[in-house]
């Protein structure tokens, strides 16, 4: 039985690997779209409605877990974090009628909510967190998105080893989620730099990696075809799916 | 009776069986790469090292390196199967599953996902498609366990185990196929499309109520496996049956949908 179940997946391994004809036909031919009208299909399906779950105080993970890319090298950055991001302003600008530069003093008086709630990590493992900050909806609201405007892209300090740099983007609908927060503080500190310092976006409805780190800047676009790869994040254009609710 | 040829299968039962036979290897495949990424379980809403259930990993030990797969509090050595494998560029790496077991290729947990997402959605049509058209032609009846099969539940084992002559009297499928088949389609499938739909942050919001009902997240993700590996099972089972209850016939049924009868073999539910 075993060696049934090995010579099979063997060849189909061997067969989806190995093969360049086959891999070229699965991984950018008709079955690629194919697999992509599944996300659409999810995105559908679950969407991004109700809220997720808030839980108490002794719940949180009071050490929680730092991933993917951790502190920016970017020289600008370190300056900022230098100066405990004195200088720091969010902009916030493309398809808005009032561009904004928000000073930190002004990002948390736009607005203060607290959400305990569990970071879903798109490897496997989960985290409770306590995040403090500004909805996003405030944010965007003071700067008057166009009608045209249909997404925002979070461009970040990082860039990765390959000067890649990163970015996120949610439609408006994801963005005025209650719980969708622009991050000030965790677990009743502000932000470290490892966690996102000194702004993060925070998304509880969705998969961490839509969690961007180290925000810099919000461009209302009406697409994101010509940012970055063209998928929507820097996860996205690695092949992870842009709606991240599943 | 025995010998004449009945038709069995319809169309749509015959090409579901197949598309979700397809699905399933994909889905364990895509899974295990998932899994990959987080080799371990945890009887817990977070991760939490102190309820774990399982973790598959590799260390050093007196410089040579050793796959684990710890169970409960126990631990197996498991070099070259599980925690340090086979990483499909002729070498072994720390890895939970060997690569030769992981769809689409060594190491991809962004188009696991991706593949792993779109047969879901394969698995559940076809099985929906499955069940409407069985229901429909009336050969649902006919495999799903009724109360009057469960006297009959022992006397078909022993039949199995050769502690009997003949097996109790029975319809198209014997009382242990029925009380199989009716496990798999009425509980194992929507347990496993319950579980795996509890991982999603999306879900999570929409319902706030099912990932609770099970225990948390991270025992959400446990339950989809542990069901993951009794499907596995079920189809271990149903291979050496298919096996050894002739291969030929079985499977030209399930293509042409005509099935010879055998000794034993009764027609009707």
Request: charged letters at 20%; a neutral charge.
């Amino acid at each position: 039985m075993n060696r049934r179940i090995f010579i099979a997946s063997s060849l189909a391994s061997l067969g989806l690997t190995a093969c360049g004809p086959v891999k070229e036909g699965l991984t950018n031919g008709p079955f690629r779209g194919a697999l992509l009208s599944a996300e659409n299909l999810n995105h559908a399906v679950f969407g991004t409605h109700g809220t997720a779950r808030e839980y108490a105080d002794a719940d949180v993970d009071r050490d929680f877990r730092v991933n993917g890319l951790d502190t920016p090298s970017d020289s600008r950055y370190a300056g900022l974090a230098k100066a405990q991001f004195a200088e720091y302003r969010l902009a916030v600008d493309g398809l808005v009628d009032r561009p904004q530069q928000f000073t930190l003093a002004q990002l948390r008086a736009a607005g203060d909510r607290t959400q305990i709630t569990r970071h879903d990590c798109v490897e496997g493992w989960s985290a409770i967190g306590k995040w403090r900050g500004t909805p996003l909806a405030r944010v965007l609201a003071m700067a008057q998105p166009k009608a045209n405007a249909r997404y925002c892209v979070f461009h970040c300090f990082d860039v990765d080893q390959s000067g890649t740099p990163y970015y996120e983007s949610l439609d408006l609908h994801q963005a005025a989620h209650p719980q969708t927060l622009l991050a000030l503080d965790l677990n009743d500190k502000p932000l470290d730099a490892d966690h996102g310092a000194p702004v993060r976006l925070r998304v509880p409805t969705q998969l961490g990696y839509k969690s961007a780190k180290w925000v810099s800047r919000i461009e209302l676009v009406a697409g994101y075809e010509n940012i970055g790869s063209g998928s929507g994040g820097y996860w996205e254009d690695q092949g992870y799916e842009w709606y991240a609710g599943i | 009776m025995s010998g004449e040829r009945v038709y069995r299968h319809g169309v749509a039962e015959r090409v579901t069986h197949w598309l979700w036979a397809l699905a399933m290897l994909v889905l364990v495949m895509s899974g295990l790469q998932i899994f990959n990424a987080a080799p371990y379980l945890d009887a817990s809403d977070k991760s939490n090292p102190q309820r774990r259930v399982l973790a598959i990993d590799a260390e050093m030990r007196n410089g040579v390196p050793v796959g684990t797969t710890r169970v409960f509090g126990l631990t197996f050595n498991t070099t070259h199967l599980l925690g340090y494998t086979n990483d499909g560029m002729n070498g072994e790496s720390p890895r939970a599953f060997p690569a030769w077991l992981t769809l689409p290729g060594p190491q991809d947990l962004a188009d696991g996902r991706r593949w792993h997402l779109f047969f879901a959605w394969a698995l559940f049509v076809a099985l929906v498609v499955y069940l409407i058209s069985a229901a429909m032609r009336g050969t649902l009846r006919e495999l799903v366990l009724r109360p009057s099969d469960l006297p009959k539940l022992l006397p078909m084992q022993a039949y199995y185990f050769r502690l009997r002559r003949e097996p109790p009297p029975h319809g198209t499928y014997n009382p242990l196929q029925k009380a199989a088949y009716t496990v798999v389609l009425f509980v194992f499938f929507p347990l496993i499309i319950v579980t795996g739909l509890a991982l999603s942050p999306g879900v999570d919001a929409a319902m706030p109520w099912l990932t609770p009902l099970l225990g948390g997240r991270q025992f959400a993700r446990a339950w989809h496996f542990v069901l993951m590996a009794l499907l596995v099972g079920y189809f271990a089972t149903h291979m050496v049956l298919v096996l050894s209850t002739g291969l030929w016939n079985n499977m030209v049924s399930m293509i042409t949908g005509w099935y010879r009868l055998k000794d034993h073999d009764g027609v009707g539910p």
